[in-house]
């Protein structure tokens, strides 16, 4: 069965600098796709970056971008220039190419600091 | 924010009462899923469905239960609420086609007591 790990239940950053949330998962797959959820405190779930395990080229979304070693199963997400509102539960998430189940890690609380 | 919708946001009930959490999205997606989340926990697929009149269960074992009658309407039951029912539950709808991104709604918190 797939696993996701994140390692890292709390992290703090100062506003402006750069943070990086740390991610393994576990898989027997060579197709499926990878993903960083964003949830704030009593707010929607959203979807801040999405890697599908073809693709050579790490995904960016503007200040957010990940580092994706499919040799390691590793999977981080960094965030550059933080900003108070990147403050959430961060969630990796794994998906088979050919499964309908998002299976998810335990989140990692970030703390923005002005 | 997508446009997925959950009521009520918070709910709190006795012990073998009967529930219904609504979930309604207005994106025309024919995937829906219900996860469950405890306080600082990961989340749990329970129930999922393809389109109209199908429904799948998901990893975890739920005693809950869920119809698709409409495309935009996915709602889950319990029929005899307990304690250990007390969860935040979390709908979500994909397109069938396309890049597999799952919309949330923002949730209904559950405490049975």
């Known amino acids: 069965a797939q696993t996701v790990t994140q390692s890292q239940p709390e992290m703090s950053v100062q506003e402006a600098e750069t943070v990086t949330l740390s991610c393994t998962y576990d898989t027997s797959e060579s197709d499926y796709y990878l993903f960083w959820y964003k949830q704030p405190p009593s707010r929607q779930m959203i979807l801040v970056i999405r890697q599908e395990a073809y693709k050579q080229q790490n995904a960016t979304e503007n200040r957010f971008s990940v580092n994706f070693q499919k040799a390691a199963k590793s999977f981080s997400l960094k965030i550059s220039d933080s900003q108070l509102g990147d403050a959430a539960m961060y969630f990796c998430?794994?998906?088979?190419?050919?499964?309908?189940?998002?299976?998810f890690g335990k989140g990692t609380k970030l703390t923005v600091n002005p | 924010e997508a446009d997925i919708y959950q009521t009520p946001r918070y709910l709190v009930i006795g012990t073998g009462k009967k529930i219904t959490l609504e979930c309604s999205q207005t994106?025309?997606?024919?995937?829906m899923y219900w996860y469950q989340q405890d306080p600082g926990m990961e989340l749990h697929l329970i129930h999922y469905s393809y389109g109209v009149n199908s429904t799948e269960k998901g990893d975890l074992s739920s005693e809950s239960t869920v119809s698709r009658i409409r495309t935009e309407h996915f709602p889950l039951t319990l029929e005899s609420a307990r304690p250990s029912h007390t969860s935040q539950y979390l709908c979500?709808?994909?397109?069938?086609?396309?890049?597999?991104?799952?919309?949330f709604g923002p949730g209904t918190r559950l405490t049975v007591t």
């Open positions: 979500a709808s994909s397109e069938r086609l396309g890049s597999y991104e799952q919309y």
């Open positions: 994106m025309g997606h024919d995937k």
């Open positions: 998430a794994y998906r088979s190419a050919g499964s309908e189940k998002l299976v």
